[in-house]
């Protein structure tokens, strides 16, 4: 286990403040904006620079202290940073050469790593011979070749085209698994946070504003602006009382049902599926069911969005399949059903 205990840290005007706990073994995902002190995270946890205040712990043992090299920590940075005038197979070897590793051990580690990520072919090229994938394979052989406890990993896809992304984050999902190695990958990407992670942390001006599942992260945040900065579409601003054994929440003139316990002001926000649109008002258990108008739909590939002016714009997602059994038309009133438990209130 990692854990980061009350670390401050000061960088002209700006200011770290981190306490942290991330499992053995676990793919953990730092989400944030540019600027959030993300890397400045890292680099601290890796050793590059000293806390000014506050420990670091991994598996018990305080390492705030340690020179970066005595921490069995490996980084990839986004640029991947590859020694230019060094081949491929004398970058990966670096790490190993430096601690004075027997020659023998060090080209086994750096053959064997070769065949894990298919570099085999390219051994003995420049980095200014490799593509962007394969610079991004060299530079994770090099972190691993060292066998780290952590790995560290700086917004490593952001130069990646989809198709190359999604393939370096299966690779690194698999290596994760199979080796039993903590990640901490810091990004701005929610996609890359969903597809990667086990469990997030959203950062904002140097602060861990939450901490959770994808799950709860994307249908529960709890504040505006993590709702926001995880693109959280339903999102309303209004007063919160409670009536009968359940929540009203009243936004501008129009009343919803919450199952959550809350008053005064508050923000609520529906998953635009878990939205029900029909051309009828149904029959349901769901306590929600309001009446508006399609304003306009939006074919996604996979889905269909649906924009709904209620008063209040809602987003619906709906499949290709419903919607050709509805026939839903652009200016038509339609009902938008919703049970109470998928109300999410926060302050």
């Keep these: 286990m990692i854990r980061i205990e009350d670390v401050r840290k000061k960088w002209g005007n700006f ?36 806390p000014d205040y506050g420990k670091i712990f991994v598996d018990g043992r305080e390492i705030t202290e340690l020179a970066p090299y005595e921490r069995k920590i490996g980084f990839i940075y986004q640029d991947y940073m590859l020694f230019p005038h060094m081949k491929v197979r004398d970058n990966i070897a670096y790490g190993l050469r430096i601690r004075e590793r027997e020659e023998e051990e060090i080209e086994e580690r750096v053959n064997q790593l070769a065949k894990m990520l298919g570099i085999e072919r390219i051994l003995e090229r420049y980095p200014y011979k490799l593509s962007g994938g394969e610079q991004q394979r060299v530079a994770i052989a090099r972190a691993l070749a060292i066998k780290p406890r952590i790995l560290l990993l700086d917004e490593p896809l952001n130069a990646l085209d989809e198709m190359l992304k999604e393939k370096i984050m299966r690779d690194l999902k698999e290596i994760n698994r199979e080796s039993k190695i903590t990640f901490i990958h810091v990004t701005h990407s929610r996609s890359d946070a969903i597809m990667l992670a086990d469990r997030i942390a959203v950062m904002k001006d140097g602060r861990i504003i939450q901490v959770g599942r ?43 049902y919450s199952s959550l316990e809350m ?26 069911c309001i009446e508006g108008v399609v304003k306009e739909m939006m074919d996604m590939g996979n889905i269909i969005r ?10 619906v997602n709906i499949t290709h399949e419903a919607m050709e059994e509805m026939k839903i038309s652009i200016g038509e009133k339609v009902h938008l059903i919703f049970k109470a438990q998928n109300v999410h209130l926060f302050r």
């Design 306 to 315: 649906v924009n709904v002016d209620c008063g209040v714009p809602f987003m």
């Design 15 to 50: 200011s770290l403040n981190v306490s942290l706990e991330i499992e053995d073994g676990e793919y953990f995902v730092i989400l944030g904006p540019t600027g959030a002190g993300k890397t400045l995270l890292l680099e601290t946890l890796a050793g590059f620079h000293k």
């Design 214 to 256: 994808a799950a709860e992260i994307f249908r529960k945040p709890i504040s505006k602006f993590v709702a926001e900065f995880v693109g959280v579409e339903n999102l309303f601003e209004g007063e919160a009382r409670r009536a009968g054994g359940i929540t009203v929440f009243r936004m501008d003139g129009m009343e919803i």
């Design 263 to 288: 008053e005064g002001k508050a923000y609520a926000s529906i998953r635009p599926e878990d939205i029900i649109i029909s051309r009828e008002k149904m029959e349901s258990s769901a306590r929600n």
